[in-house]
């Protein structure tokens, strides 16, 4: 069974250079851009046997009634590494002085970022980078990952192969982030130093 139709969440800063990389390598497919829960919805009226859900870098959560519903995996491009599942990995990544980071492509399930993972990929954090720096080395290694799988994303419906990873750490909330990122009396000047690194223009006082 071939695609034809991918449902693409994702921001719209990314949507247009994602879509044209899926129609590079399958020009009749139907692209269907979702940006948020009520975009999601109304995408999800018109599956059909040749439908497979994408998400890249986005904060929604893809109901598991839907996931059900598609006839094969649907993916989920994330901007961390397999040991930092959740939100914010970067910030709770700079914050433990982390010494590499990465990026995990892995099938969407019911529970956030547990699926099987189909790719993976490592890289040093350089000295001195902040949450701006990472999260634009990330997104850039991630955009890498969608054009080297999108022959096959765009085209076939065969399940991608899972690797022999392993999702591990805990798995962290934007509550988790909105802690890390609060700043109160009595911290010491390091903590308020690593936090300032880890949270940049998020951080905020009490």
């Known amino acids: 069974m ?8 994702t921001g719209e800063a990314e949507a247009p250079a994602l879509s044209s990389e899926l129609r590079r390598h399958n020009p009749a497919l139907d692209i269907v851009i979702a940006h ?3 975009d999601l919805v109304k995408a999800a009226e018109q599956f059909n046997t040749g439908t497979r859900l994408l998400s890249f870098c986005t904060s929604v959560i893809v109901p ?6 598609l006839p094969g995996p649907a993916y989920n491009f994330h901007p961390g590494p397999p040991e930092r599942p959740g939100r914010y990995p970067s910030v709770f990544a700079l ?6 980071f990465g990026l995990t492509v892995h099938e969407m399930a019911p529970s956030v970022d547990s699926g099987p993972i189909v790719d993976a990929e490592w890289f040093d954090i350089p000295e001195g980078c902040d949450l701006i720096e990472l999260e634009s080395r990330t997104l850039i290694r991630l955009i ?38 609060r700043i109160t009396p009595g911290m010491s000047p390091e903590d308020i130093s690593r936090r300032q690194i880890a ?8």
């Open 64 to 69: 598991a009634s839907m996931l059900n519903a």
């Open 2 to 9: 071939a695609i034809t139709r991918i449902i693409l969440l």
């Open 95 to 100: 914050y433990d002085r982390s010494e590499r």
């Open 36 to 38: 948020d829960d009520a």
């Open 199 to 206: 949270c940049g223009m998020h951080l905020s006082g009490t």
């Open 144 to 181: 890498a990952v969608f054009r080297r799988l999108a022959p096959y994303l765009a085209a076939f419906s065969q399940p991608l192969p899972h690797q022999d990873i392993s999702w591990q750490g805990r798995k962290t909330a934007k509550a988790d982030c909105d802690a890390l990122c």
